[in-house]
């Protein structure tokens, strides 16, 4: 994330986190800062949704969010993603976003991933699919996911996407992420 560079406060250009944290958001404002990082990748930065993206899934869903951590206490969200489960054993991910300036940052989306299914593995997911975006393919496919089928959706081009279950741990509470900048 920029700071600023001043004679005052001779700060570093960029400043990366040591430490993310990646869990469920049980809280009002962790929900409204995943909510709030949604809206600025899919409405703002994808322009997928005209003002927000939130759907009926919201209302059963999990949310998980990945916080950047300073001094040990989480700061500001940087990446979220959701799952629901529509019937028995069937599990969903979907909004996964990471905030533009921490995409660098290697391991938050592949963290959100492996405890989104990890979380649903815990509450008994026998499968796992998702709809990935076209250039997002490669990385599900590293982590053990399987492209079942491509599809248009909200008018790009999407994969409808399996998670090998079996390649994944049951979790049922959050993990910490060191970062590793992708440069």
């Known amino acids: 994330m920029p700071l600023l560079n001043t004679a005052e406060s001779p700060l570093p250009l ?20 995943c909510f709030a990082l949604r809206r600025q990748v899919f409405c703002t930065e ?22 950047s951590c ?7 969200v940087v990446g979220t993603v959701r799952l629901h489960q529509p019937e028995t054993g069937l599990w969903w991910g979907s909004r996964l ?8 940052i290697g391991g938050l989306g592949v963290a959100l991933i492996k405890l989104a299914v990890g979380t649903a593995k815990a509450h008994g997911a026998t499968s796992f699919l998702a709809h990935v975006q076209a250039q997002n393919r490669a990385l599900f496919e590293s982590l053990d996911w399987l492209a079942l089928d491509e599809k248009t959706l909200h008018g790009r081009a999407h994969y409808l996407m399996q998670a090998n279950i079996e390649a994944y741990e049951p979790m049922a509470t959050g993990l ?7 440069i």
Request: aromatic share 12%.
């Open 14 to 33: 960029f400043f990366v986190p040591g430490e993310y944290s990646v869990e469920p958001a049980c809280l009002a404002w962790q929900q409204e800062s």
């Open 46 to 67: 994808q322009k997928i949704f005209v003002q927000d993206d939130r759907d009926e899934i919201d209302k059963s869903s999990i949310m998980l969010g990945a916080w």
């Open 97 to 104: 976003a990471v905030a533009k300036p921490y995409r660098r």
């Open 70 to 76: 300073l001094f040990g206490h989480r700061d500001e």
């Open 176 to 182: 910490s992420v060191l970062p590793r900048v992708v």
